[in-house]
Nanobody, 124 residues
Framework: QVQLVESGGGLVQAGGSLRLSCAASGRTFSTYAMGWFRQAPGKEREFVAGITWVGGSKLYGDSVKGRFTISRDYAKNTVYLQMNSLKPEDTAVYYC?????????????????WGQGTQVTVSS
């Protein structure tokens, strides 16, 4: 019902910036929240940032607070993740996710739809 496509990943030097985009299509009218997660090899999927679609409330994972910013364009059905001051430990596959009913939005199990992921690699 909902398709999510991420873009903007790549290789960047430590201290640099990247901006990820996630475009939603299909039946997006009931979207409650969208979020970004990341997963590095051998690690659990980690909450990075989330935003409620209508109200624009934001939450961030502790490891990215002050460095990353999530935003959305309601009209374009698109969510963004601006990543600044990148560190090698930010290296991971980044996934966009969408939740369609009110509720929690910080756990992977909270979300109904997932994108394919985009690789972010930060070199030192």
């Amino acid at each position: 019902q909902v398709q999510l496509v991420e873009s903007g990943g790549g290789l960047v030097q430590a201290g640099g910036s990247l901006r990820l985009s996630c475009a939603a299509s299909g039946r997006t009218f009931s979207t409650y929240a969208m979020g970004w997660f990341r997963q590095a090899p051998g690690k659990e999927r980690e909450f990075v940032a989330g935003i409620t679609w209508v109200g624009g409330s934001k939450l961030y994972g502790d490891s990215v607070k002050g460095r990353f910013t999530i935003s959305r364009d309601y009209a374009k059905n698109t969510v963004y993740l601006q990543m600044n001051s990148l560190k090698p430990e930010d290296t991971a596959v980044y996934y966009c996710a969408a939740r369609q009913s009110p509720g929690g939005w910080t756990l992977p199990s909270d979300y109904d739809y997932w994108g394919q992921g985009t690789q972010v690699t930060v070199s030192s």
